[in-house]
């Protein structure tokens, strides 16, 4: 779950970043869920996971990149 964190704040790239977010979610929500949470880890892999996943990749495609890097 560490590894994942800070992986996803070390990339440059934002996808990647994202990518690395929505895997730590997913290890968030199997941890629950491996706990007897499963409401909560279900909640988590829907929320963190998906939805806001898809709001981050569709945020990316809707910005322009002003400085060449």
Known sequence: L???GA???QVKDLLTAVV????FSLISAALYISMGAVD???????????VTG??????IFQTTRKSID
């Open 54 to 59: 898809i709001l981050f990749i569709a945020a």
């Open 20 to 23: 690395g977010l929505t895997v």
């Open 40 to 50: 909560v880890g279900f909640t988590e892999a829907v929320v963190g996971a998906g």
């Open 2 to 4: 560490l590894a994942a």
């Open 7 to 9: 992986w996803a704040l």
